[in-house]
């Protein structure tokens, strides 16, 4: 049987370096907890819920499972610092948090025996993030989908850099969706892997049918970065996303493009189903993703990728 | 002593697969016959060349190696079908082509007996060289340098779909620097990598050393994909750069921003090294060279780095 041990695995205490990311509209307590059952690490993504909703989740999560899992809060959102205190009120040993800097809650998380990974788009946040005190990183790929850094650096590029920088360890997000994936980033240095669109489309996400089906119906150059000026985020290719690209390339300034972004369109997007005005975030490695798997199957059929890989590169690389 | 042996090592009758892009004003004899005589693929950038000059350059590489080495053509140069002539003249057996359709010279190519090899930023174009006859392509993903394709597809994203979608070899390019990037492009199914920037900074390529040194202080956000409205391409932030950057995100149209490329930058950046007005084509990997090395020591590491990696990858996945 596949074992892979790695920094990331003994410092979550999991089996396997797979990490399932914290989505908004996506992972809640079911996707988190099947997640964390196989032996990789679930995320509760408190990005869309109420604080009192994330205790909700948190709760039932720990009744669905005996390993452990983590929450991602995201730094910049106007109640963060409530999701952080339920976070802490309910235990929670593994919190990963983005979009904002980690300085702003690492001092509460540390002191409450929490391990604090922060998402990085580039060496100079990673730099920061450990300067900070985090535990690890997660270097975040331009092909991630949803939001994503100003730098435009991919995981190919960015983990080995990444990796050579930092002397915490390093999580590889971006483009990952099988075990081919894992094992690239597993040879570009990186301790673990993040993947994000792949859990998504499971039949544990809470997204909306419709969003799977896009996801599943996705090609290579099915997703596009847009939104530049007011905070890029890569989407499956709708009528909105359209719009977006084209008053992107018109220039148009900040202020209308948020007019044009309006709010909530990240859950008509995922969560409500709607195809052609939502936000269908998701990474260009949809092109990957042709069926919706129960996490149970998925993490098996990673797990036998894993070893296809690495065997066919024993038999090409012979030292 | 390392030995690596895949369908593209049998293609092109060598002993790794490792091929240094063809490169304007970069890769002549010297370069190209450095990496063949390593057991690698060199090829002569014919792009930067008059015909008569890439002749010249072919016959100096015969004499400098007995290996196989190869011409990269840019198709949709205004005197590719002559550049064509020569290499079939000059009995090159090994032809890769770029920037425009495969079908225009696959058959005088393939009635001389040639390998032909294109270069692909996607899974539409490159089912298209497989379509025309092509003996394999190259996948080159975002953050190669130099010109690129419009879907912004990534080398981690883009390599395993090419795989799964082509029955023809898929060669991996684009973030690729260093022993870790191969070893993951190899697990992405890639049967070999073409490696660009790493080689342009190399002692035997002929970019001015000011291009050199400017690669070699790149870190990992230091190149930018600009122009997209005229023909993508990833340069080394300077002052033009930054121009055209900007000129973007203001909507300029296409006119105006030929005006503002002008011709001649890609000389003026990388063969006379003005390293503010000049296009100074790089990749994301820039930021993984830290040093100028003849091109026998620089392939000894990428060797012992790639066995390096994969005995790592045996101590983490133990199946």
Request: glycine share 10%.
């Amino acid at each position: 049987m596949l074992k892979l041990k790695t920094k990331i695995t003994e410092l979550f205490n999991i089996e396997y370096p797979i990490i399932q990311a914290g989505m908004v509209w996506v992972s809640g307590w079911k996707l988190a907890s099947a997640v964390s059952n196989c032996g990789g690490l679930g995320l509760i993504g408190a990005g869309s819920m109420k604080p009192e909703l994330l205790r909700e989740h948190i709760q039932k999560c720990k009744n669905a499972t005996n390993k452990p899992f983590g929450v991602n809060i995201p730094i910049q959102r106007g109640d963060a610092e409530k999701l952080v205190e339920v976070t802490v009120e309910e235990n929670i040993k593994i919190v990963f948090t983005s979009a904002g800097s980690p300085k702003r809650f690492i001092n509460v998380l540390k002191e409450n025996g929490v391990t604090v990974v922060h998402v990085v788009p580039s060496v100079k946040f990673g730099l920061k993030a450990e300067e900070a005190g985090c535990d690890a990183v997660v270097g975040e790929g331009f092909e991630a989908g949803g939001h994503n850094g100003l730098d435009e650096i991919t995981t190919i590029a960015l983990i080995p850099q990444l990796v050579d920088k930092l002397n915490i360890p390093v999580i590889a997000a971006g483009g990952i969706a099988d075990g081919r994936g894992i094992v690239a980033a597993l040879s570009l240095g990186a301790e673990g892997v993040q993947i994000g669109t792949r859990f998504a489309a499971t039949v544990e996400s809470s997204a909306h049918p419709v969003y799977k089906q896009k996801v599943v119906e996705a090609e290579d150059n099915s997703t596009v970065l847009t939104l530049k000026k007011i905070g890029p985020v890569r989407l499956i290719k709708n009528d909105f996303a359209y719009r977006a690209l084209k008053a992107e390339m018109n220039g148009w300034d900040e202020e209308k493009l948020k007019e044009l972004l309006g709010k909530k369109r990240e859950m008509q997007g995922i969560f409500e189903g709607d195809e052609k005005e939502g936000e269908l975030e998701a990474g260009q490695s949809s092109g990957l993703i042709h069926e919706i798997l129960p996490v149970k199957d998925l993490f098996q059929k990673l797990l036998d990728e894993i070893v296809e890989v690495q065997k066919r590169n024993n038999r090409i690389i012979n030292y």
